[in-house]
């Protein structure tokens, strides 16, 4: 499977972006897929994930801002991400996971190569 973010950039604060996830080779099956974000200095966060079902779940810095949603007949993730903070500011990456379990708790073993976001 091959992951392949886009949609970064930079923006000030209070402003919105929108990732993109386009997912090539991926059997979706038992699937989960999530959007994880790591800033400078800092341990690799998950944000928001989303299963087969579209049930979804968030951390709660981001509950109320962003939204996950998916596109099953492109094989797209999206995170749509409004009212941005500078705390925003990182390399956010997209992952799938086909394990068991709720998405929040499940190890991702397919990786996107990530997109900057930068809020200032």
């Known amino acids: 499977v091959q992951l392949v973010e886009s949609g970064g950039g930079s923006v000030q604060a209070g402003g919105s972006l929108r990732l993109s996830c386009a997912a090539y080779?991926?059997?979706?099956?038992?699937?989960?897929m999530g959007w994880f974000r790591q800033a400078a200095g800092k341990e690799r966060e998950g944000v928001a994930y989303?299963?087969?079902?579209?049930?979804?779940a968030y951390v709660d810095s981001v509950k109320g801002r962003f939204t996950i949603s998916q596109d099953n007949a492109k094989n797209t993730v999206y995170l749509q991400m409004n009212s941005l903070k500078p705390e925003d500011t990182a390399m956010y990456y997209c992952?799938?996971?086909?394990?068991?379990?709720?998405?929040?708790?499940?190890?991702?073993?397919?990786w996107g190569q990530g997109t900057q976001v930068t809020v200032s």
């Open positions: 989303i299963d087969r079902n579209g049930i979804t």
């Open positions: 080779g991926y059997t979706y099956g038992r699937y989960c």
């Open positions: 992952a799938a996971s086909n394990g068991y379990g709720a998405c929040v708790n499940r190890a991702y073993n397919a």
